[in-house]
């Protein structure tokens, strides 16, 4: 009788361990770490990451279209250029709101790709090109991946052109110091969107 007792109590409690994982909601994979910094401004092309916290059936992986948009389960198409995983966040929580109680959404760009997440090198340089952004690219960076300068640079006129709030500014970079002297005064932090400029030499 004792031996009979003791297997029912062992098969109620697997039981119960089996009904509370049951009552248990299952929750989407932790997204991975973003690519970019917290002021990164979203592009055409990139690819999203939208972590809804306990509703994983509205966690997906979203790439941004040519329209500017993403859709996502419930909400539908969202605007997204121009816009940082922060505000984006935001947006689809004040929509999510309509279906689900406090939503609380992550936004983690997993893939930049788009115009907007690029730094322009133009001028003399070997390779003049757009470089992907990254959280903490730099001039000197930048530089590198275009293959450096040509024998017609002017390193020292180097100006760093950046648009924000609609607002274009002109930075002076003495590019020459940096790569001749190790001027780190000179290997700014740069930002999506910036533009790199390499005058050609004076004769």
């Known amino acids: 009788m004792s031996l009979f007792k003791s297997f029912c ?9 089996q009904a509370a994982l049951a009552q248990t909601p299952a929750e989407a994979p ?6 970019v910094s917290a002021d990164y401004l979203i592009g055409p092309g990139d690819t999203l990451q939208i972590f809804v ?14 329209d500017g948009r993403i859709s996502t389960p419930l909400v539908g198409d969202t ?12 947006d689809l929580e004040t929509a999510l ?18 115009a907007l997440s690029q730094v322009q090198v133009i001028g003399q340089v070997t390779r003049p090109s757009g470089v992907p952004y990254h959280a903490g690219l730099r001039v000197l ?9 040509t024998e017609f640079a ?39 969107g910036d533009v790199i400029v390499i005058p050609q030499t004076w004769f």
């Not at 932790?30 to 690519?35: I, K, L, W």
């Not at 709101?97 to 936004?107: F, G, H, L, M």
């Not at 950046?162 to 590019?175: A, Y």
């Open 9 to 17: 109590a062992l098969l109620m409690t697997s039981f119960l361990a």
């Open 30 to 35: 932790a997204p991975a770490a973003s690519v």
């Open 53 to 66: 916290w306990q509703n994983p059936e509205l966690s997906v992986t979203a790439p941004v279209r040519p």
């Open 79 to 90: 605007v997204t250029v121009g816009k940082t995983p922060a505000q984006l966040a935001a």
């Open 97 to 114: 709101a309509v279906y689900i109680r406090t939503p609380k959404v992550s936004v983690i760009v997993s893939q930049a790709i788009g």
């Open 141 to 149: 960076d930048a530089l590198l991946a275009v293959g450096g300068l």
């Open 154 to 192: 002017a390193p020292n006129r180097a100006v760093l052109i950046r648009t924000e709030n609609g607002k274009e500014s002109k930075t002076k970079i003495r590019v020459g110091d940096l790569l001749d002297s190790g001027d780190l005064d000179q290997n700014l932090m740069l930002k999506p």
